[in-house]
């Protein structure tokens, strides 16, 4: 009989500032910055993003995924590259399971939170 492994993976040039806890079965993709005393919960997903410090990011969410892009044309909808990327600033809590995409031409910016 195995045992469940409980894991988070960490993609490459990513980093993960002193003192944030990450929660099992988390992804931190490529490039991702996460800053300072962070909690990111357990089966989150992060990439294409820049989270300040003391942020924390409920279970389940996801962060910098590619939204909705279309643009409409005579042949109908055409996808449009998502480039931009998620900055959430300091001291913000993210609830569980919620969605944050990154912007198909610029970033999706989520303001500083709570003050201590």
Not at 48 to 74: E, T
Request: charged letters at 15%.
């Amino acid at each position: 009989m195995s045992a469940w492994r409980l894991e988070w993976s960490v993609g490459p040039n990513a980093e993960i500032g002193a003192g944030t806890r990450v929660g099992p079965n988390a992804v931190i993709g490529r490039g991702v910055a996460v800053g300072r005393d962070c909690d990111i919960g357990s089966h989150v997903a992060i990439s294409h993003a820049y989270l300040g410090d003391g942020v924390i990011v409920l279970p389940g969410a996801q962060v910098g995924q590619a939204g909705f892009g279309f643009a409409g044309s005579k042949e109908g909808h055409v996808g449009i590259p998502q480039l931009g990327r998620v900055i959430v600033q300091d001291r913000v809590e993210i609830g569980a399971c919620t969605t944050i995409d990154r912007g198909a031409l610029g970033d999706t910016v989520i303001g500083g939170g709570y003050q201590d």
